[in-house]
C-alpha cells in the first residue's frame, strides 16, 4: 500500500516556466488537498477537492491550477512560474472531508 | 495576526525530559485539533487527534484542549532521540473539515 505518492520530490524552474505536480492515492479517499510549506508561515492550503470534478480554491490559490478526473489523481499546475512559489508542496487525502488528513513526501520546488 | 500561533522554538531538551509544546489560536469555530509530527524531508503524520475540548493519552503523548482560553498542548513523557523532529498544531471547524490551518511548527531536538 503505497499511500500518497508525490512525484517528483524535487525540481528547479526558471521564472516564467510552467510544470506539474503530480500527486496519486490509492487507498479510495474522495478528499484531496494540495499545501505548501514555507519558513514561518507553517502550511498553508492551495486548492482542495472532495471528489472527482469537484474542485475548490484554499488559502493561497493563485499562480495554480488543479483538476480531478479521477478518484486516485489531484495534479497541481503551476501556469508560469514565480521566484515567491519557492517552496515545499504537499499533497494531502483522506476518506472523507471531516477524516484525518494523509500526507505525501512532499515536492521540494525552487524558481529561479 | 495569524489565526494559529505556535513558538517556532528550536526547543532542545535531554533524553528522558517532559517535552511542553503549546499553540494558541483566536478562531471560536475550530473544533478539532490535531498534532501532526514532521521528521527532516518527510509529510507530516497525524500524532494526536481531539474533538472539542479535554485530554486524550496515548502512551507517551498526552494532547490537552482548552477551549475556553484557546490554548492547546501536547506533553511528551520521557522524551527519546527519536521524537526529535518538528511538531506542529493543526486545526479545523465543523465546516471545514479537513481544511487544516496549521501552526507554524516547533523544531524539537531531543539529545542522548
Known amino acids: 500500500n503505497a499511500g500518497v505518492t508525490q512525484t517528483p520530490k524535487f525540481q528547479v524552474l526558471k521564472t516564467g516556466q510552467s510544470m506539474t505536480l503530480q500527486c496519486a492515492q490509492d487507498?479510495?479517499?474522495?478528499?484531496m488537498s494540495w499545501y505548501r510549506q514555507d519558513p514561518g508561515m507553517g502550511l498553508r492550503l492551495i486548492h482542495y477537492s472532495v471528489g472527482a470534478g469537484i474542485t475548490d480554491q484554499g488559502e493561497v490559490p493563485n499562480g495554480y491550477n488543479v483538476s480531478r478526473s479521477t478518484t486516485e489523481d489531484f495534479p497541481l499546475r503551476l501556469l508560469s512560474a514565480a521566484p515567491s512559489q519557492t517552496s515545499v508542496y504537499f499533497c494531502?487525502?483522506?476518506?472523507?472531508?471531516?477524516?484525518?488528513?494523509?500526507f505525501g513526501s512532499g515536492t521540494q520546488l525552487s524558481v529561479l | 495576526q495569524k489565526e494559529v500561533e505556535q513558538d517556532p522554538g528550536p526547543l532542545s531538551v535531554p533524553e528522558g525530559a517532559i517535552v511542553s509544546l503549546n499553540c494558541t489560536y483566536s478562531n471560536s469555530a475550530f473544533q478539532y485539533f490535531m498534532w501532526y509530527r514532521q521528521y527532516s524531508r518527510k509529510g507530516p503524520e497525524l500524532l494526536m487527534y481531539t474533538y472539542s475540548s479535554g485530554n486524550k493519552e496515548d502512551g507517551r503523548f498526552t494532547a490537552q484542549v482548552d477551549k475556553s482560553s484557546k490554548y492547546i498542548s501536547l506533553f511528551i513523557r520521557d522524551s527519546q532521540p527519536s521524537d526529535s523532529a518538528t511538531y506542529l498544531c493543526a486545526m479545523s471547524g465543523e465546516t471545514s473539515g479537513s481544511r487544516l490551518t496549521f501552526g507554524e511548527g516547533t523544531q524539537l531536538t531531543v539529545n542522548p
Open positions: 487507498m479510495n479517499h474522495e478528499y
Open positions: 494531502a487525502s483522506s476518506f472523507t472531508v471531516s477524516e484525518k488528513l494523509f
